[in-house]
């Protein structure tokens, strides 16, 4: 089989289970999509190495590239790692992010920085997604930790 296949099936099939999770609440961004833009946060993610093999939703009412919840695809295990996500160069957002530390690691997270992403982050850690049950599971946790997330983000 395909490698990209795979990867591009765990990320779709995440995507397809959380769609009726979010529905009507916030946009879902699907990155293998979104890796076809030109937009200069896709430009810039390109340039630093990043991959788009995730799922993720916009935080707050921060700009989705600023602050977000995703799962992300590792491309060589094919497991998943569910977290939030943190643009270092935005500085409101990113003082919002950090009023999560204590929700985060409450929740198993751990702090992480992403050159690829140039994004802090709070991930959990891997797991598998490579079935559709799996992939609802991962699906509901991430809706669980959108959920939990905006009730305990403070704007500061």
């Given at each position: ?31 293998p ?7 200069p ?42 977290g ?38 709070y ?34």
């Amino acid at each position: 089989m395909n490698k990209r296949h795979d990867i591009l099936r765990v990320c779709a099939s995440i995507r397809r289970a959380a769609n009726p999770l979010f529905a009507e609440k916030v946009e879902i961004y699907y990155g293998p999509e979104l890796e076809k833009g030109s937009g200069p946060e896709v430009l810039q993610l390109r340039r630093q190495g990043a991959h788009f093999y995730w799922v993720a939703v916009p935080l707050g009412s921060f700009p989705f590239w600023e602050l977000h919840v995703g799962a992300v695809v590792n491309p060589e295990s094919l497991r998943v790692r569910l977290g939030i996500h943190c643009l270092a160069s935005a500085r409101t957002a990113y003082d919002a992010f950090e009023s999560l530390k204590t929700f985060c690691r409450a929740q198993g997270l751990e702090a992480y920085y992403s050159p690829a992403a140039g994004e802090s982050q709070y991930v959990s850690s891997e797991r598998l997604a490579d079935a559709p049950e799996t992939a609802r599971d991962v699906a509901g946790d991430l809706f669980k930790l959108y959920d939990l997330a905006s009730k305990s983000l403070r704007i500061v």
